[in-house]
């Protein structure tokens, strides 16, 4: 498919302005009207209109810079994937550009817009979910994308990834194995997150399958956030009328249940065990250590770049790739069988 860039003129004729005006509302957009603002804005995402801002660099040369879209670089969540993307592509003295969004896709897209205005050569997104304007901006951009850390078979973009799915589906296992059947869920907002969406719904498949789909009151949203997530675990373990073991949709939520659990007196295994998934950094040195569903951080990070670098050096892609890293269970000391210390 032949790629087209809109230019300045292509916005002004679809917004119905002249070009000075698209201008102004790049450059100065507070002396333009609301509407007529509106209506540029509008003409802008349609078209996929992207300024240069790297313009008095010669035509067709490269600007050495990679794009990579985080949502935060709060905690650990993403830190090894930025390392070891940045590691892969510093070896071919490629230049990383980093941006958060802060799990806002509407954000995100901004964000894109500026790394395209910078004229990068390639982007690395997070995950599989996006707005349907970042989706055209791509489209309109004949600059390689990969999406990072989520793999789905069908992914309209070239992904490098954890089945997120798999992932839920072996913490859920593990807990049934071990002979747990109250088992309540905390995990985070879902709406715009295809990784959690994955892993939940994966989650309460295995649990229904198995007979003990947990009641509406185990069934927990925290944010990435650990006193946050401390709280809210803190209000699901009050009572009586506690389940024996927790699912969380990441080992930051993890670590709050942790900490819930340790201030209400609750012993980790006996009394309650928690599983996370991810294994960021600091996971096995929690006490009791996390058992958690490894993702393959660092091996993505490194793919993405170097599939990257492979697509800048005229090599892939012939068709969409969609690669699949495996998850794995690591098994440590806040799970055990119900009761069992």
């Not at 302005?17 to 509407?35: D, E, F, I, M, Y």
């Not at 490269?62 to 969540?77: F, K, M, N, Q, W």
């Not at 969004?101 to 901004?110: K, P």
């Not at 993890?254 to 819930?260: R, V």
């Amino acid at each position: 498919m032949t790629s087209y860039r809109a230019d300045i003129t292509a916005v002004a004729r679809a917004a119905g302005v002249s070009p000075a005006t698209v201008s102004r509302v790049l450059n100065h957009p507070g002396l333009v009207s609301a509407p007529t603002r509106n209506r540029v804005e509008a003409a802008i995402r349609a078209t996929g209109y992207i300024r240069n801002r790297a313009a008095q660099s010669m035509h067709g040369r490269r600007s050495a810079t990679l794009g990579l879209v985080v949502p935060t670089v709060d905690y650990s969540i993403f830190a090894e994937l930025v390392q070891s993307f940045n590691d892969a592509v510093a070896e071919h003295e490629f230049t990383l550009l980093l941006a958060t969004h802060g799990y806002d896709l509407a954000a995100e897209y901004r964000v894109l817009r500026k790394l395209y205005e910078h004229r990068v050569d390639g982007i690395a997104l997070i995950g599989l979910d996006h707005d349907a304007d970042t989706f055209r901006l791509i489209a309109s951009q004949d600059v390689p994308v990969v999406a990072a850390w989520a793999w789905a078979a069908e992914s309209p973009l070239p992904c490098i990834g954890a089945d997120n799915a798999e992932a839920g589906r072996v913490a859920a296992r593990h807990l049934l194995d071990l002979g747990h059947r109250r088992i309540a869920l905390v995990f985070p907002p879902s709406d715009k997150n295809d990784r959690a969406r994955a892993r939940l719904d994966a989650v309460q498949a295995a649990l229904a399958a198995a007979g003990c789909a947990p009641p509406a009151r185990w069934c927990a949203r925290a944010p990435y956030d650990t006193s946050q997530a401390k709280a809210v675990c803190r209000d699901l373990l009050a009572g009586r009328d506690r389940p024996s073991a927790l699912i969380c949709g990441n080992d930051v939520i993890a670590q709050g249940a942790i900490a819930a659990a340790t201030a209400q007196g609750l012993a980790i295994p006996g009394a309650l065990s928690i599983m996370g998934i991810g294994d960021f950094p600091g996971s096995a040195d929690t006490v009791p250590a996390l058992s958690t569903v490894a993702i393959p951080a660092r091996r993505i990070g490194a793919r993405a770049g170097r599939h990257l670098v492979e697509c800048l050096s005229g090599g892939p892609p012939a068709g969409i790739l969609r690669e699949r890293l495996p998850v794995e269970l690591h098994r440590r000391g806040t799970t055990a069988p119900p009761g069992i210390a």
